[in-house]
């Protein structure tokens, strides 16, 4: 089983950065995803996360409005568009999956997780 993130970066405030998860060896198409992340000095926390389908997504209050998940079950991948980013969302991404319908919002729920990616909004 392995999860890879990528699309990572440095971004100006007010910018836009996609990250990318593709996922191997388990049945994607059956499992919901999610988004955490991890300031220095912070705990993970939850940014967002997928059903299985697609059809139900949920988002922390700190990115509502802003970030968007998808997912493409065809290509085992699940995406993460943030726009209008703030310097508070500098934190090292990582997606997860659990072997159930419905995403959550508690990490300890994930069965696998990724090796993260790096975002950092900065002037």
């Known amino acids: 089983v392995q999860l890879v993130e990528s699309g990572g970066g440095l971004v100006q405030p007010g910018g836009s950065l996609r990250l990318s998860c593709a996922a191997f060896?388990?049945?994607?198409?059956?499992?919901?995803m999610g988004w955490f992340r991890q300031a220095p000095g912070k705990e993970r926390e939850f940014v967002g996360g997928?059903?299985?389908?697609?059809?139900?997504?949920y988002y922390a209050d700190s990115v509502k409005g802003r970030f968007g998940i998808s997912r493409d079950n065809a290509k085992n991948m699940v995406y993460l568009q943030m726009d209008s980013l703030k310097p508070e969302d500098t934190a090292v991404y990582y997606c997860?999956?659990?072997?159930?319908?419905?995403?959550?919002?508690?990490?300890?729920?994930?069965?696998?997780w990724g090796q993260g990616t790096q975002v950092t909004v900065s002037s």
């Open positions: 060896g388990f049945t994607f198409s059956s499992s919901a």
């Open positions: 997860a999956a659990r072997g159930t319908f419905i995403a959550t919002r508690e990490a300890e729920r994930y069965d696998y």
């Open positions: 997928i059903s299985w389908s697609g059809g139900i997504t």
